[in-house]
């Protein structure tokens, strides 16, 4: 079960209070576990691309099951079967940072992404802010 409406936002909201802190303007995508799209927020003045990146790197990681970082490794160890893989699975995949998995338990609910940080770590640290007020939500 995918996470609610209102806990995919709290999730943008809390990695946009961390891009705000951190002066990042980011976008925020949130997907479920089938790598369909929940949720996306743009903060003001975020590339309009970042929204399209943003979303793909939260799909890629639902439906590779592993977060960006881990995904990224894998990228560089095949990048031939990556090179190829988009037109096998007729979706864009995409490996970066700022992407993790929304676990509950050992269950995969979906996956949240942030693009548009400027220096590095900042998808990162954001992303992290955004799982973060997921722990808190669940653990009230």
């Known amino acids: ?30 997907v479920d576990e089938g790598g369909h799209l929940q949720a996306l927020g743009r903060m003001n003045g975020a590339a309009p691309l970042s929204a399209r ?23 560089e160890a095949s990048p031939g079967f990556f090179a190829q893989l988009d037109r ?3 979706v864009p995949i995409l490996a970066g940072a700022g992407a993790a998995l929304i676990l509950r338990g050992d269950t995969v ?25 997921l722990t808190l939500l669940t653990s009230s």
Do not use: W
């Open 1 to 30: 079960m995918p996470l609610t409406l209102p806990e995919a936002h709290a999730v943008i909201a809390g990695a946009h209070e961390r891009a705000a802190k951190i002066a990042a303007l980011v976008t925020v995508a949130v």
């Open 53 to 75: 990146i943003a979303e793909t790197k939260a799909a890629s990681v639902a439906l590779f099951r592993r977060d960006g970082a881990a995904l990224r490794q894998m990228q």
């Open 88 to 90: 096998a699975v007729r």
């Open 109 to 133: 609910l979906g996956a949240v992404a942030v693009s548009g940080g400027m220096m590095p770590g900042q998808d990162d640290e954001c992303a992290e802010a955004a799982l973060a007020v």
